[in-house]
């Protein structure tokens, strides 16, 4: 259930909305009927990306439902948004038709600076300390929570056990030995690693965190620093070594590259785990992005989903109360979201710590190393400060300029943009 990119390509299936009258589904339009008659007196419109995974839509109307069974007098209608639902969520939240709730994917300090999403501290109350910290910090603008995260997505580097056994290869714990693990596995039928169609994927924010550097520090782009630039310079050996997996007809957030062999590692999520254990069964291992050198640190990627109040709602009392029932108070349906469709860590400690299919083996391991090595983009990072680095590094992979210009007059860009967030 990963963010922001994803979206449009692994989340573009299924469309529509189901309202709860009572605790009974009835097909509707974003115009529903009957709430009036069931004796609700208040109908909320939750609003939901479109999962990929079998299975997501029916449990979210299923958790509605139980919902409103619990609170007769709100019905919620769950909106399935299909396509692109971040520029639908934007665009929904200027009007008066926008949703009461909704999911967001990599929470930004603007939305609650805007005044868009409600303060939930209250709906929290003692469970708090019980969510993740790095969470919490995620959510939290001048003190305040702003959110409450649905599901933690953790992204790794799987590998083939069996390719890099034949090659002599033992998992790489360096960028140095990465570059030459990805070489020596590259074949004329297969390349040592995929992280992209595009060649770049999430690789250049890795490369600053493996070097110690940071995107964003204390309101400060800070990914022009020498240690960044240093990082992402280096990811071009990647490309001159031509040992990447090159516009593969699924991006990296689906395990087909790895499954077909068309790549012997490959960048991607804890969500895939269950279709890469179905079709490898025990040959594939998992591991962090490498640390850059000796001082640096390994790392995974945290990312997922937050579900928000929109605080200019007309019914924003219902739409907390629905929040608080659902990601708050209900530890089974939380567990439930969390391992039913697809793996991913729950946010609740309490919870992640019985979640049967995340106890054993790699996907134990998976959240083992997140807890210890697990990063998330900093809540500054939007797509108006990430796309100038994204940029400047497809270009510094591809040889197309100077890494330290570049990433300077992409840092001038990201500021500006952070800058007006803060604002």
Known sequence: MSAQRAQLSRRGFLGGAVLFVAGTAVGCTTSPTGASSSGAKTT?????????????????????????????????????????????????????AAPDVFEHGEFTQGLARRGQVAAL??????????????????????????????????????????????????????????????????TKKRKGLYIGADGVGETPALAVFSNGGELVADGKVAFASPKAVEAVTALKRLHDDKSLLLGFTTDWWDPSALIQGAAAMQWCGLWAMPAVKKALGKDFGILPWPAFKAGGSPVLRVGGWTSCVNAKGKNVDAAKKFVQWLWIEQKE?????????????????????????????????????????GRHNPNTWDSASSTPFTAA???????????????????????????????
């Open 44 to 96: 909320l419109n939750v609003w939901s990306h479109a999962y990929g995974e079998a299975g997501t839509q029916q449990a979210l109307t299923r958790y509605a439902a139980r919902f409103t069974k619990a609170n007769p007098d709100i019905a919620v209608k769950v909106t399935w948004v299909p396509g692109d639902y971040t520029a639908k969520l934007n665009a929904s939240l200027l009007t008066a």
């Open 121 to 186: 501290d209250t709906q929290y109350g003692s469970a708090k300390d019980d969510f993740n910290q790095g969470d919490r910090d995620l959510l939290t603008v001048d003190g305040k929570l702003y959110g409450v995260q649905m599901v933690d997505d953790v992204m790794m580097l799987y590998y083939r056990k069996s390719a890099l056994a034949k090659a002599g290869i033992t998992p790489p714990t360096t960028f140095d030995a990465l570059a030459s693990a990805a070489k020596a596995l590259t």
């Open 333 to 373: 349906l939380q567990r439930d979201w969390s391992e039913g469709y697809g793996f991913h860590v729950p946010p609740r400690k309490s919870v992640a710590a019985v979640a049967r299919k995340l106890s054993q083996g790699p996907a134990k391991e998976t959240v083992e190393l997140a807890a210890e090595y």
């Open 393 to 423: 590094a497809a270009k510094i992979v591809t040889g197309q300029g100077d890494p330290a210009r570049l990433l300077a007059a992409a840092a001038k860009q990201a500021q500006a943009a952070v800058d007006k967030q803060l604002s």
